[in-house]
């Protein structure tokens, strides 16, 4: 069912084992929205190093964002609503995905490193692997003082945190 809100695009972001993937799935379903997951636009290159436990090199990082911006820009300008699951790492990233997406809101799942690291152990067929949290946790720029991120404990529930995104939306 199609929601009207003043957001257009919700972006869920969060380190690896926040749920932001599988989170961004079931919001596009229950607004009708399309789903973007931010992995599939990885490079072979990029997915390679980090299945060997390397982070990305900054160079393949933009890379990413620039194809994530790019294909955000087509759905702004379809004047599409659509629901990306990115990581989000890179505050100045994140401004760049802020510019290229419509009227976007962003979903920020943090979680403590022991129920993120729980929640890697548990996860099958990813090519991250668990070793690649600390690095990710040590790159992770909090988005404080950024009005548009809605910050949710991934302790919670899934319904409770859709419910949260979902009031923020059309609340």
Not at 3 to 24: D, E, F, N, R
Not at 79 to 95: D, H
Not at 129 to 157: C, F, G, K, N, R
Request: hydrophobic share 40%; charged share 20%.
């Amino acid at each position: 069912m199609q929601q009207q809100t003043c957001y257009q695009s919700l972006v869920l972001m969060g380190v690896a084992g926040s749920g932001k993937s599988t989170m961004a799935r079931l919001l596009a379903e229950r607004l009708g929205w399309q789903c973007l997951e931010g992995d599939d636009f990885h490079s072979a290159e990029g997915k390679q190093m980090m299945a060997a436990g390397q982070p990305l090199a900054a160079a393949l990082r933009q890379q990413w964002v620039d194809r994530l911006c790019n294909v955000l820009k087509q759905y702004q300008q379809q004047q599409k609503p659509v629901v990306l699951s990115y990581s989000g790492l890179i505050k100045t990233q994140r401004e760049q995905i802020r510019a290229a997406a419509w009227a976007p809101l962003f979903v920020y799942l943090k979680g403590s490193a022991e129920l993120l690291s729980q929640r890697l152990a548990e996860r099958k067929n990813h090519f991250m692997p668990e070793s690649m949290l600390a690095s990710q946790l040590a790159t992770m720029q909090e988005p404080e003082q950024e009005a548009d991120v809605l910050i949710l404990d991934i302790s919670q529930s899934r319904e409770q945190l859709l419910q949260q995104v979902l009031g923020r939306l059309i609340g």
